[in-house]
Nanobody
Framework: QVQLVESGGGLVQAGGSLRLSCATSGRTFSSYTMGWFRRAPGKEREFVAA????????YYADSVKGRFTISRDNAKNTVYLQMNSLKPEDTAVYSC??????????????????????WGQGTQVTVSS
């Protein structure tokens, strides 16, 4: 069992930045693909970013590409999401997720909900205009 706890959310003006953190329990963090998802009010959960086991590969949703950066520190069992140039449409609850690798990224990056086994409770990010 893996427990994930997000932090770093808050209220920020458009154009600002936030850095989300996701701390995980257990000693097998480096064996999990890590991802970030978000859910805006009235919308379904959507993929934001993913990172491979040791951070060599990353993948982003088109809506955040060039503005958000996912990273991980396997020594600290933590994954991060640096969010820059925030927009009001980025307002959502952001959740991190951990999953055992299903396939090589060559056949498609892990951008689906079914690619992940464990989920955090989420942290609210609100971007004001």
């Amino acid at each position: 069992q893996v427990q994930l706890v997000e932090s770093g959310g808050g209220l920020v003006q458009a154009g600002g930045s936030l850095r989300l953190s996701c701390a995980t329990s257990g000693r097998t963090f480096s064996s999990y693909t890590m991802g970030w998802f978000r859910r805006a009010p009235g919308k379904e959960r959507e993929f934001v970013a993913a990172i491979s086991l040791v951070g060599i590969s990353t993948y982003y949703a088109d809506s955040v590409k060039g503005r958000f950066t996912i990273s991980r520190d396997n020594a600290k069992n933590t994954v991060y999401l640096q969010m820059n140039s925030l927009k009001p449409e980025d307002t959502a609850v952001y959740s991190c997720a951990a999953g055992s690798p299903r396939r090589s990224w060559y056949y498609g990056p892990p951008s689906g909900i079914k690619d992940y086994d464990y989920w955090g409770q989420g942290t609210q990010v609100t971007v004001s205009s």
